[in-house]
């Protein structure tokens, strides 16, 4: 028998040994298991005890470990299935706050408080506030609108003659539906056609095998500030699409990596509108950014703004304070021009579905397909792709991706909320990251009366599911009774992740037992739903 710990086993037989932790890592994701769990203080008002408890990560935060992404995915499957061919109109009223949303909320209050005292202490607060923005997307994906701040910045009005026109589309007139029309067919049975569509963006070069053939003509210039600009492309679309439908159309829609590395649209449409409408309005949809001039370098190498403080950023030669981003703003005039113009190619690809047919389920799979992806992960590894990627990274190296974005120094405009310490080329913005390459908005985009549910209640039901299936009643718990609070980095109470992994996986094996044994009489439903259960067990 070979041992790990014999000393007199050949050093190259000792190192092709697995390592035990790595392999615990393997298990738990084959188990479903968070391999990044969270761990949360959980007081009980009503016994008052203090408890830990491993929330999944991807519960939270944005960076997903493999399991955690997996299961948001048949989530969002669910999701999206039950609202494409919807007969009926979703009832809207708000729903009391459920435990995960105040949950996530307090959790975003101490993050606030936490940035805050940075803020006074001088410190950097660029980590605390890429969590905040992460637990802001976090608090609108577990089914709550808009933001806990309600609207922060004033809008800011613009003359009527840079206002975005509308394009020049028929507009049919409004009616207080979000069905599609149905058919009757000669036999009786009522037709419910929904559409599929899916949006590109315009050509940059020729490409093959998803790199451009000739790297010096393809335009990386154009296609960055497209990446970094699409998610309000999209916006336009569907205001456009509202407008000529003549109905409250809600859409499932998710944004893809191409082989070329340019963001892509899959778009579920409920109901539907002929082909030809669906091409005039992507046609006709543009975007406009309305920012200051980024494409005559001021600042560059050493040569860059410094600060001052109570002041801002300074001309290092002249001493002259930059002009302010509103300043900056403000300085377009009425000829400006916008920085940049953003449309779709003409690729246009429209699908007819009807409900409950096979051609439905596979659009289904299709819009989660690279669910568990990022944008970045469209690379095959090919040598030419990976150089492609590489340029890409460097067009948008100093692309402003935001009005904050500390590359607007570079452009002699000080960033929004300008602070000490900004750099150009050295922005931490998302969009900037090799995975995002120039996307930084979100992968799934679900209007708001898709369906009658949240994603936090598709979770729920596929909790209710199991535990009803496993004979346990799902015990609505009072929502006041926890208060959760985040446990400090070092904490002594948390055991090692290890010994965290090593008990969800046990757990997780004892519901999967369980399920095993319902297996045969519950035929046809989704055993993934134990994923949910092993969470809240
Ligand atoms: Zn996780
Ligand atoms: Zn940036």
Same mark, same amino acid.
């Given at each position: 028998?070979?041992?790990a710990?014999d @000393?007199?086993l ?9 390592m035990?932790?790595d392999?615990l890592?393997?298990v ?6 968070c ?7 959980r007081?009980?008002?009503v *016994?008052?005890?203090?408890?830990i ?7 939270t935060l944005?960076s997903?470990?493999?399991? /955690? ?5 048949q989530?969002?499957?669910?999701? /999206?299935?039950?609202?494409?061919h ?6 809207i009223?708000?729903?009391e706050?459920?435990?995960e949303?105040?949950? &996530?909320?307090?959790f975003?209050?101490?993050y606030q408080a936490q940035?805050?005292?940075?803020e ?7 980590e605390l506030?890429?969590?905040i923005?992460g637990?802001?997307?976090e608090?609108?994906?577990?089914g ?13 009005s613009r003359?009527? @003659?840079?206002r975005q026109d509308?394009?020049? =589309? ?7 539906? *979000? &069905?599609?029309r149905t058919?009757?067919g000669?036999? +009786?049975?009522?037709?419910r ?13 020729k490409?093959?095998d998803g ?6 003509t393809y335009?990386?210039h154009?296609?960055?500030r497209d990446? =970094?600009h699409?998610?309000k492309l ?6 456009n ?9 809600q859409?499932?829609?998710s ?6 590395l340019?963001?892509? =649209?899959h778009m579920?449409?409920?109901?539907t =509108?002929?082909?030809?409408?669906i091409k005039?309005?992507?046609?006709a949809?543009?975007?406009?950014v ?12 050493d ?7 109570c002041?801002?950023?300074?001309d290092p030669a002249?001493g002259?304070?930059?002009? *302010?981003?509103d ?16 449309r779709f ?10 409900? +409950?047919?096979p051609?439905?389920?596979? /659009?289904?799979?299709y819009?989660?397909?690279y &669910?568990t992806?990022?944008i970045?992960?469209?690379?095959d590894g +090919?040598q *030419?792709?990976?150089?492609?990627a ?11 991706c935001s009005p904050? /974005?500390?590359?607007?120094l570079r452009y ?5 909320d300008?602070?000490?310490?900004m750099?150009?080329?050295?922005c931490?913005?998302?969009?900037h ?5 120039g996307?930084?908005g979100?992968?799934?985009l679900?209007?708001?009366?898709w369906s009658?549910k949240t ?11 199991v535990?009803e ?8 718990t009072?929502?006041?009774r ?7 980095a070092?904490?002594a109470?948390v ?6 992994l090593?008990?969800?996986?046990h ?7 369980h399920?095993?044994e &319902?297996?045969?009489r ?7 739903a134990v994923?949910?259960?092993?969470r809240?067990?």
């Amino acid at each position: 028998m070979t041992h790990a710990h014999d @000393r007199a086993l050949p050093r190259a037989v000792r190192q092709a040994m697995p390592m035990a932790r790595d392999v615990l890592v393997e298990v738990a994701k084959q188990h479903g298991v968070c391999i990044r769990p969270i761990p949360l203080k959980r007081l009980d008002v009503v *016994t008052g005890k203090t408890e830990i408890i491993d929330v999944p990560c991807g519960a939270t935060l944005d960076s997903k470990c493999p399991p /955690c992404a997996k299961r948001n995915k048949q989530l969002r499957k669910a999701q /999206c299935r039950e609202g494409w061919h919807l007969d009926t109109e979703p009832a809207i009223t708000p729903d009391e706050p459920n435990e995960e949303q105040r949950w &996530l909320v307090e959790f975003r209050a101490d993050y606030q408080a936490q940035r805050e005292a940075a803020e006074k202490a001088g410190d950097d607060t660029t980590e605390l506030e890429a969590i905040i923005s992460g637990l802001d997307e976090e608090i609108n994906a577990a089914g709550m609108r808009g933001n806990v701040l309600g609207r922060t910045a004033f809008k800011r009005s613009r003359s009527t @003659r840079r206002r975005q026109d509308a394009p020049d =589309l028929p507009k049919r007139k409004m009616t207080h539906t *979000t &069905l599609g029309r149905t058919f009757q067919g000669s036999d +009786g049975k009522i037709y419910r056609p929904s559409l599929f569509v899916t949006l590109t963006l315009p050509s940059y070069g020729k490409v093959r095998d998803g790199a451009p053939i000739d790297p010096n003509t393809y335009d990386y210039h154009r296609a960055a500030r497209d990446a =970094l600009h699409f998610s309000k492309l999209v916006d336009r679309f569907v205001q456009n699409l509202r407008r000529v439908a003549g109905y409250d159309v809600q859409y499932f829609a998710s944004v893809e990596p191409q082989k070329r590395l340019a963001p892509h =649209l899959h778009m579920a449409i409920r109901g539907t =509108l002929p082909r030809a409408e669906i091409k005039q309005i992507a046609a006709a949809t543009y975007h406009q950014v309305w920012w200051p001039q980024a494409d005559e370098v001021v600042f560059d190498g050493d040569h860059v703004p410094v600060w001052q403080d109570c002041t801002g950023y300074l001309d290092p030669a002249t001493g002259e304070v930059l002009p *302010t981003w509103d300043e900056a703003l403000d300085a377009l005039d009425e000829d400006a021009e916008p920085l940049h113009v953003i449309r779709f190619g003409e690729q246009v690809d429209v699908q007819g579905v009807l409900a +409950g047919t096979p051609d439905a389920d596979q /659009c289904i799979r299709y819009l989660s397909k690279y &669910l568990t992806k990022s944008i970045g992960d469209a690379l095959d590894g +090919g040598q *030419t792709q990976q150089q492609h990627a590489a340029r890409m990274l460097d067009a948008l190296r100093y692309e402003p991706c935001s009005p904050t /974005c500390p590359n607007w120094l570079r452009y002699g405009i000080q960033p929004k909320d300008a602070k000490p310490g900004m750099h150009p080329g050295r922005c931490r913005g998302k969009a900037h990251k090799p995975e995002h390459l120039g996307y930084a908005g979100r992968r799934v985009l679900v209007s708001r009366k898709w369906s009658n549910k949240t994603l936090a209640e598709h979770k729920q039901d596929r909790r209710t599911w199991v535990l009803e299936a496993l004979g346990q009643a799902d015990e609505p718990t009072d929502p006041h009774r926890y208060i959760w609070r985040p446990v400090p980095a070092g904490d002594a109470n948390v055991p090692p992740l290890a010994l965290r992994l090593l008990r969800s996986v046990h757990e997780r094996q004892r519901w999967r037992a369980h399920l095993r044994e &319902l297996e045969a009489r519950a035929t046809g439903q989704d055993l993934s739903a134990v994923e949910d259960v092993g969470r809240a067990a």
